[in-house]
């Protein structure tokens, strides 16, 4: 009975940060190791029931969806699917003690790409420097290959990519960002599945308490007006989440 209570809440939590900020999987993670999961596949079955939850914030969202720059929204969601999909290719092959040390190294690098995003983006915008589809491509493979390699973090991420070249709303921006967290996510689910690497019972009772959480938080996020405070925020789960995870 503590089990099922300790996954529900931490389902809840992370499909309500997931769908303000990003990184409720570093919630429901750690939940899953506490429980004597393996670290590997904690991450795998994390992803899994994090994917719910995307779905219902992308539905929450769907009217702010929309590419902002050159490359498209068709392009943008192929190669968020094309790096995911090599990002858990990589995980297969990553051994569980190497998995946990690179950890809060990954969500450090992420919660201070984006608190640093809007100076980025005026150096960027000072020098007259333009970000092409190319260059824009880039940027998605390889944030949605970290996605689909360690699911923690990808949302704040994401966020700051988007920030770098080019996007501006707030509201868009979230909304796609969670589009691609549940596209990179179904196809590193996918790879983990085959593999084997799904704690299954538990993430029946993640799944559904993670979608619930997901849906509340996407609305809440949306009622705000004033999006620096929501940037704050999604500083302050980053930079709390690293200090965790450097401790556990």
């Known amino acids: 009975m503590l089990s099922i209570v300790l996954l529900v809440l931490a389902g809840l939590m992370a499909g309500m940060v997931n769908a303000i900020a990003g990184g409720g999987t570093l919630l429901s993670f750690p939940a899953l190791v506490w429980l004597g999961v393996p670290p590997v596949m904690a991450n795998a079955t994390a992803t899994l029931t994090a994917l719910p939850g995307y779905i219902g914030s992308t539905w929450a969202y769907r009217n702010d969806i929309r590419a902002e720059e050159s490359l498209g929204l068709a392009g943008v969601v192929g190669t968020a699917a094309l790096g995911g999909l090599t990002g858990a290719g990589l995980l297969l092959i ?15 690098a992420a919660t201070l ?22 260059l824009s491509a880039v940027a998605i493979f390889l944030v949605s290959g970290y996605g689909g390699y360690f699911n923690g973090g990808v949302g704040i991420m994401l966020l700051a990519m988007f920030s770098l070249i080019g996007f501006r709303n707030l509201h868009g921006m979230n909304g796609l960002k969670n589009l691609l967290s549940a596209v990179l996510s179904l196809v590193s689910v996918t790879a983990y599945a085959s593999a084997g690497l799904i704690a299954w019972d538990s993430a029946a009772v993640l799944a559904v308490s993670t979608t619930l959480g997901g849906y509340i938080g996407a609305h809440q996020a949306r009622r705000i007006r004033h999006t620096e405070y929501l940037r704050g925020l999604i500083v302050a789960i980053g930079a709390v989440l690293t200090l965790v995870f450097f401790v556990i």
């Open 94 to 108: 990553t051994s569980g003690e190497a998995f946990v040390g690179i950890v809060p190294w990954l969500i450090f």
């Open 113 to 134: 790409l984006f608190a640093a995003g809007p100076r980025l983006v005026a150096m960027v915008q000072a020098r007259g420097v333009k970000v092409g589809p190319v």
